[in-house]
């Protein structure tokens, strides 16, 4: 099949990438899509980089093997563990991944909440971002693992859900101005976040500057496919996680 006509791989640790997915179909309408969660193994913000690293790269491995025009790694915690390694073995295709969006978040406001997984807040990539962005704002890392769960349960706005963000989140309302969504899961409980910190508070993430990433790399390969009706096939490690997967897929897009 000639290279244009494959579809473009997303890749995330369970369901948050589904986030991300939703804005690559937004902008890249005529694409097909393969989505692979790999909700068995989910959390990986928990594990540690080497792991990460070994399960992400085995899947994409697979997935390049199947036939795939580009990888988006729609996930903070395995761009963090494996982005360089991934180029390094795929060359001949664009792999494109995540980083939370710090450089917006600064850009327009003086304290600034990042809420991430352990691992993603752990790694040299985040560090070095926020080295990047210090002089900017005051900027506040903040651990949320079991928000990831959540999601992954499809809990949104369950009182568990919001008694958790309550406490994690309650110390920080009226005291920083926006907070970065450092987690493709974390759009999902976007709604729960904003009340937990206060509506007046503005909430970023990096779906559709990964988005705009792919088109760009595509459209300087000339591989770019015309029209507005592509495909999207969800697949997952826990085939039973495919329901929620589609609901997700099909909630509305929330700023």
Known sequence: MERTELPIAVFDSGLGGISVLRALVQRLPGE????FGDSANAPYGVRPAEEVRRLT???IARLYDRGIKAA???CNTATSAAIGPLRAAF???PVIGIEPALKPAVAHHRRVLVLATPLT???EKFAALMQQCAGCAEITPLPCPELVEFVERGELDSPALTAYLARQLGPYAGRVDAAVLGCTHF????????AALGGGVALYDGSDGTARETLRQLVRRGWVR???H???????SRPSELPLSRRLLALPRED
Request: glycine content about 8%; charged content about 25%.
């Open 32 to 35: 097909d899509f393969l989505y």
């Open 226 to 228: 015309g029209g507005s």
């Open 187 to 194: 759009p999902f409980a976007r709604r729960a976040i904003r």
């Open 121 to 123: 807040l752990r790694e």
């Open 91 to 93: 060359p001949d295709i």
């Open 57 to 59: 790269q085995d899947v």
């Open 230 to 236: 592509g495909t999207v096939t969800l697949e997952n």
């Open 72 to 74: 988006v790694i729609a």
